[in-house]
């Protein structure tokens, strides 16, 4: 039983969860209809429900990040690539109301497959913009992603024109409005992801060379690692994966917006990521840690919003969260801690 | 040519290169657009743009040390936003009013280089949060924008300096910008604060077995940039005369932008404040070219910038795989 306890205790997604269960007893607590689903018109309503709605888009973009930043990287443009994502999709798809053979049909102006490859590969391309710059051209990857950070966003406005592209395409509306078994469609898709990522990096290597690659890149490749090759991956993956939650924002939205689809999100998706006990000087990494964060995020929004605290403080708690995070994992910090908390019970004791 | 580019040192070099694209770009405007070649023009954009010279002038410490400040933009909303709370609503004067939030700034600096120094802490999650913290800080102060018109700031928005007798004139904000430009240089290359920065930045181990005062450097950098942002908050309460949580967004990435295109290496430890003036002053004039020309809409703005960081970056990395 000790030794199951002590497991437990050094479990890395410990805190994360503590966090999100504290958050949802919180929520609980304020709100006494929390916890309560209903089953209408064939799927299930509720708070939680909702929640994990909206965390999808976080998540899958945390995922992306979670490997970037194993590698010891950081990518800041996944804002823009996921309102460069929406963006194309939203061209691409446009949507009109024809009226063929006495039924009124939406049109969309390329089949929907086809938009949503074309979105996907943009959001692919850029990731691998990132990922040559930091990989073959050795620039720092904070500035290499603030490149197209900057750029991309210009980008996402030429291509909607700085306009917010609406789209009238039903089944498009699927991707982040509809439900499966119950559950809303967004959830299945960062699931999918999550646990294709989880296979990949458990049964095969790839996780053990990303692993790494993050904590010795120089050894990495003298020990015959294609560290350059993997690197260029992680950065396509991560805008890939941006770019499936930006098709699923605009899905949920039903419009494009250039100008502030995925705005601050590259923060959002760090500070996941950092919740999840994924340490930003690379290494080890925990997808489902990520995942958590992703849901420490939408919940503390959430109940910002059900205890009647006016939204506004949600920055500042937000900043108060990521500051008594980080310093939990600081060793100095621990270190100091310590020496204080155990001086006076050694001198008492003397 | 050649025997003049290697009698130029090559520590100057990314500074010349910065100049040169500033000249190519200011002939360009000159030739295609008639009324660009006037000295008011070139004089706006030291005006438009002071905010961001003097927030400049912090970053360039910043990064020259190896860190990063993401906070800046923020400082100045929140410096907006004080100022304009203070005077609007609570009838303090300006001269009350600006001493305290140039204090607020420099504490706030201060306290996140004393994060990153004392606990070991990453510069970016640091100031990333402090962004947060101000961003939130403002919001709580109100949600909606505090037009400021009281008689002191709006004189001092309006008191233009003419550089001679009906000639053209620079606002105080501008002659703000330039000597904190001067004071700038002045820490970097006649004080030991300024050397220890440089050391800092081309190793931190090092630095510290020379016996250099690193830990206080450290956190004084960021008090520094802390200011500098605060100050740079006053000039823009100036300028907008009003107070706006969502003032100056996003500023932190056009100021990282103004000192690599002035040829600071983002690795740390080579650079000059003087680059980063003219690093603004790059980003001003192809807003004002952009402007000029009047066809083009504002986000080729994001784009040039995005495409100017390249070319600079790819630069940066030929001249440090040649040293």
Redesign the interface.
């Known amino acids: 039983m000790h030794k199951l306890l002590r497991r437990l205790f050094q479990h890395r997604l410990l805190w994360p969860f503590v966090t999100l269960v504290l958050l949802l007893a919180v929520n609980a607590a304020f709100n006494p209809g929390f916890w309560q689903l209903q089953w209408r018109d064939g799927h299930l309503y509720g708070s939680v429900i909702d929640i994990l709605n909206r965390a999808a888009p976080l998540a899958l973009v945390a995922l992306g990040m979670t490997l970037v930043i194993a590698t010891r990287g ?1 990518d800041i443009s996944v804002g823009a690539v996921v309102a460069i994502s929406a963006a194309v999709a939203a061209l691409m798809i446009g949507g009109e109301l024809v009226v063929k053979g006495g039924v009124q049909t939406y049109v969309s102006r390329f089949p929907m497959g086809i938009a949503l490859a074309a979105a996907l590969l943009a959001a692919a391309l850029c990731g691998l913009w990132n990922g040559l ?1 930091v990989a073959k ?4 990857p ?3 992603t ?10 996402a ?2 291509l909607t ?2 306009q917010i592209i609406t789209v009238y395409y039903a089944p498009f509306f699927f991707l982040g409005n509809g439900f499966l078994l119950g559950l809303p469609f967004a959830v299945f898709i960062a699931a999918a992801v999550w646990a294709g990522l989880h296979l990949l990096m458990t049964r095969s290597a790839l996780g053990l060379f990303i692993q790494t690659i993050g904590i010795n890149p120089a050894a990495a490749r003298l020990a015959g690692l294609r560290e350059r090759l993997i690197t260029v991956c992680v950065y396509v993956f991560c805008g890939f994966a941006a770019g499936v939650a930006g098709l699923v924002i605009s899905s949920n939205v039903k419009s494009a917006d ?1 100008n502030n689809a995925g705005m601050l999100m590259e ?1 959002d998706a ?2 996941a990521v ?1 919740l999840g006990g994924t340490a ?2 690379g290494g080890r990494f925990s997808l489902a840690g990520s995942v958590l964060g992703a849901l420490i995020i939408q919940t503390l929004t959430s109940t910002i919003y059900s205890i009647g605290v006016p939204p ?9 969260v ?2 008594v995070v ?2 939990l994992q ?4 621990r270190a ?1 801690v310590r020496g204080v908390v155990l001086r006076p019970a050694r001198s008492g004791a003397r | 040519m050649r025997r003049v580019l290697s009698r130029i040192d090559s520590r100057f070099v990314p500074l010349l290169g910065t100049i040169v694209v500033f000249a190519l770009t200011a002939g360009f405007g000159s030739v295609m657009y008639s009324g660009f070649f006037s000295t008011q023009v070139f004089l706006n954009l030291l005006i438009d743009n002071a905010f961001l010279c003097i927030v400049g002038v912090g970053m360039t410490f910043v990064i020259l040390s190896g860190g ?1 400040d993401l906070s800046v933009g923020s400082v100045i909303a929140l410096t907006t936003m004080v100022s304009a709370a203070l005077v609007q609503q609570h009838q303090w004067s300006a001269w009350q009013a600006i001493p305290l939030v140039l204090a607020i700034g420099t504490l706030f600096g201060a306290l996140m280089g004393w ?1 990153i120094q ?5 510069p ?3 100031t ?6 101000a ?3 403002c ?2 102060i109100s ?1 909606d924008s505090i037009s400021i018109t009281d008689a002191a700031y709006t004189t001092i928005a309006q008191t233009r300096i003419a550089l001679w007798q009906d000639g053209p004139s620079i606002t105080i904000g501008a002659m703000l910008a330039l000597l904190t430009i001067a004071l700038g240089i002045w820490l970097a290359h006649a004080t030991e604060f300024g050397r220890t920065v440089y050391a800092i930045g081309g190793s931190e181990s090092s630095a510290v077995l020379m016996g250099l005062p690193v830990a206080r450097t450290t956190v004084l950098v960021y008090t520094f940039s802390g200011f500098c942002s605060a100050l740079a908050g006053v000039v823009f309460t100036f300028y907008m005369l009003s107070g706006y949580g969502l003032h100056a967004v996003g500023l932190e ?1 056009d100021a ?2 103004a000192v ?1 295109i002035g040829g600071t290496l ?2 740390g430890g080579v650079g000059y404040v003087i680059g980063t003036l003219f690093g603004v002053l790059i980003l001003g004039i192809i807003q004002t070219l952009i402007a000029f020309d009047g066809s083009l ?7 040039v ?3 100017l ?2 070319v600079f ?2 630069l940066q ?1 030929a001249f440090e795989s040649r040293r």
Request: net charge positive; hydrophobic share 65%; proline share 1%.
């Open positions: 950081i710059l051209v050795g620039m720092q904070i500035i290499a603030l490149i197209l950070m900057v750029a991309g966003r210009g980008i406005q030429l024109g700085g250039g923060l760090i500070l950092t930003l000087t506004e403080i949600n920055m500042v708690v937000k900043a108060a990521v500051f980080m310093l600081s060793p100095e910090f100091a | 990063i994060l004392r606990f070991r802490l990453q970016f999650i640091v990333l949060a402090g962004m947060f913290l961003r939130g800080l919001y709580l949600i990435l990282i932008a690599v983002l690795s809409s504002s986000w080729w703005t994001r784009i910038i995005g495409a960081l390249f970056c790819l990395r």
